[in-house]
């Protein structure tokens, strides 16, 4: 049997970056954060939670899609490919797809530089023909890769809807950024949530053991860990609901009355209502998702959703289809 191969690549975003992203959100209006800096090692752990709750749809959605459509995904794919899983968090659903693609390589793509070694460190173990990367970095900026030897064809895989969280121009601009990394062959594996009952989005949004809400006041505890800051976390409830307008979840920290929070020699006050904006995640149908992906060049080939259109699962390629090529799968 092949020796592991793992390789380590980018450092975690210094504490400047948290600070600096904290006090340019607590001063502007309405006040926001923006939910990357979510992802500390305890923030990691605690959506590892929320992905195994009962009122959490997306996470098993996604990979009871995965694991239906794996071969097929194989057929379009193909073997051999660099394989880059972009907020590889706990790499949990590129399992169900590893023994189908057999990619040459891959690379997991973090912010949480430790959640990410200790994954990526286990899927190097499990599955020691692979060779393995782990790149500490910020996809919502611009990101260096490995320069991977012996292939040329990058396929993406970005799960869990993560594309919501981004407002739809700053979505189209990242679409592009990957549309890039692809190249001309590759391709790009994207989890998408539907839009659907709201009340199906509170509950998954509001679990009844509290997870989430520990997971958004969390945020809170980091400031207070990384930026030596002075402010009182349960002052801080967890609040989501979804705004039908623009069709998308928010998440807010509210306060519950009048305070302060002192952090880098600033002070910023709250009253009572008041919020710092944390989370966006937006639905789309397929069809919007599409013309969002188009405008970003790149090709839809394969869509699969499951029979109670929760979500879906999309495969768009740099390569442009042939025409009236079916698209839409319900498993």
């Known amino acids: 049997m092949k020796k592991q191969s793992i390789r380590f690549h980018g450092t975690a975003p210094s504490p400047q ?5 904290v006090l340019q959100g607590l001063t502007r209006r309405p006040r926001r954060i923006s939910p990357k800096f979510f992802y500390d090692e305890e923030g990691s752990r605690l959506f590892d939670a929320i992905c195994d709750l009962p009122e959490y749809y997306p996470t098993r959605t996604e990979m009871g899609i995965l694991q239906a459509c794996a071969m097929e995904l194989s057929g379009l794919i193909g073997k051999d490919a660099t394989l880059i899983e972009l907020g590889s968090g706990a790499s949990r ?3 169900l ?8 390589h891959y690379a997991g793509l973090d912010i949480s530089q430790a959640f ?3 994954s990526v460190s286990r899927l190097a173990r499990d599955y020691p023909w692979l ?3 782990a790149v500490c970095a910020d996809f919502s900026e611009e990101f260096d890769l490995p320069i991977f030897a012996e292939s040329e064809r990058r396929v993406l895989f970005f799960p869990g809807s993560t594309i919501g969280n981004f407002e739809p121009h700053d979505a189209l601009t990242l679409l592009q950024r990957l549309r890039r990394v692809a190249q001309p062959n590759g391709g790009l594996l994207i989890g998408v949530d539907l839009k659907k009952d709201p009340r199906i989005l509170h509950d998954a949004y509001n679990d009844s053991q509290g997870i989430t809400a520990a997971f958004n006041r969390n945020l809170l505890k980091r400031i207070l860990r990384e930026l030596g800051a002075t402010l009182n976390v349960d002052g801080f409830q967890h609040r989501a609901f979804y705004n039908g307008g623009p069709g998308r979840i928010e998440i807010h920290l509210v306060s519950r009355g009048r305070q302060d929070i002192h952090v880098l020699g600033r002070r910023f006050s709250f009253e009572r209502g008041d919020s710092i904006h944390t989370e966006n995640s ?4 397929i069809e919007q998702f599409h013309a969002l992906a188009r405008a970003a060049g790149f090709h839809p ?3 699969w959703t499951d029979s109670a259109d929760l979500f879906s699962v999309h495969y768009l390629s740099s390569v442009p289809s042939k025409p009236h090529a079916r698209i839409i799968s319900r498993l």
């Not at 797809?97 to 040459?104: F, G, H, K, Q």
């Not at 937006?282 to 149908?285: A, G, H, L, M, T």
């Open 116 to 118: 990410l070694h200790d």
């Open 17 to 21: 970056c948290l600070g600096d992203a």
């Open 131 to 133: 060779e393995t990367h």
């Open 93 to 95: 659903k590129i399992r």
């Open 282 to 285: 937006y639905k789309y149908s």
């Open 97 to 104: 797809l590893l023994e189908a693609l057999r990619p040459r």
């Open 301 to 303: 080939r394969r869509v």
